[in-house]
């Protein structure tokens, strides 16, 4: 089972004839809303992989339509609280060449506390998973506690945060990076022994460096991108629901890029990724 203490946001989407300036007050053409945050990406991605995916956070009373969309998902949503204050939420202006401007409020995904997710992993142990990421409160403890209890760590340092991602490398089994956080880890921490470590880039794929051995290639497959926002959360999520299956490395990692490549050849993020049978097929299984 996966337990994943994330972010659960609303993505508020707006079109506009081009990013406003200091002042300026624009009208939208268009405007969408959906289910957004590396924690709820993750969670989807990781259940469409097969897994079981027990999803720990925290919205507010304006946020449960965000949960019932993760419940849609099959994703265990038992341990998403209500909590005062607002949803996490991105405000997210798009021009016509796709040129981005977001203003992203944390909201309820600070508002994480050490006893529920005690008790959210009082069932986990040795077999499970612990997914984190850089968008929630409690990390460290979470972190401790699923170590305690002989879990397997899979901590995606994303958005980077040095001192962040300093106190969690020892709690660590496999930090997720992509290309950007691997040199700004390098950058801020150089020398200091590194637990196995994915890093991914884009179309040219990802590598899993192994602690104090080997490193597992894999190349992204050749698709036409149209939309990689939420590629790197599909693959971790999926990733991380093959090794929670029983997977090994270069089976989990080739799954996690069929699972991204479909994803970001199609539009959307949590709704653009794919279920099992279509990455099976992809993979000619
Ligand atoms: P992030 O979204 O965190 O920046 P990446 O861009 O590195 O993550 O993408 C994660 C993975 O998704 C890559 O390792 C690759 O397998 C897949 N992927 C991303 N972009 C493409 C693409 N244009 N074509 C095919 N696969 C892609």
Request: with cysteine; aromatic share 4%; proline share 4%.
């Amino acid at each position: 089972t996966i337990y994943n203490l994330g972010s659960i946001n609303a993505d508020y989407v707006y079109d506009v004839p081009h990013l406003p300036a200091g002042g300026e007050t624009i009208a939208a053409t268009a405007h969408r809303v959906g289910l957004g945050g590396k924690g709820a990406n993750q969670s989807v991605a990781a259940r469409l992989a097969g897994a079981e995916v027990r999803h720990i956070g925290a919205v507010g009373a304006d946020g449960r339509w965000a949960v019932e969309r993760l419940r849609g998902f099959g994703v265990d949503v038992a341990h998403v609280a209500e909590v005062g204050g607002p949803t996490a939420h991105a405000i997210i202006n798009v021009d016509p060449q796709g040129e981005n401007m977001i203003v992203l409020l944390a909201g309820a995904n600070a508002l994480q506390d050490e006893a529920r997710i005690g008790a959210a992993l009082a069932d986990a142990g040795p077999g499970d998973t612990l997914l984190l990421q850089n968008e929630t409160t409690c990390q460290l403890s979470a972190a401790q506690r699923a170590g305690a209890c002989g879990m397997r760590v899979i901590y995606s340092a994303a958005p980077f945060q040095a001192e962040a991602v300093k106190q969690m490398l020892p709690l660590t089994t496999i930090l997720v990076l992509n290309e950007v956080e691997a040199a700004q880890l390098s950058d801020t921490l150089g020398g200091r022994m590194l637990p196995d470590m994915i890093v991914t880039r884009g179309a040219r794929g990802a590598s899993w460096a192994v602690r104090g051995g080997e490193t597992v290639e894999i190349p992204a497959f050749a698709v036409e991108a149209v939309d990689t926002t939420g590629a790197g959360d599909c693959f971790i999520g999926s990733v991380a629901a093959c090794l929670d299956l029983g997977m090994g490395r270069e089976e989990a990692l080739r799954y996690g890029a069929a699972a991204a490549a479909l994803q970001v050849s199609r539009p959307g993020t949590a709704d653009a990724m794919p279920p099992r049978d279509e990455v099976l097929a992809f993979l000619g299984r």
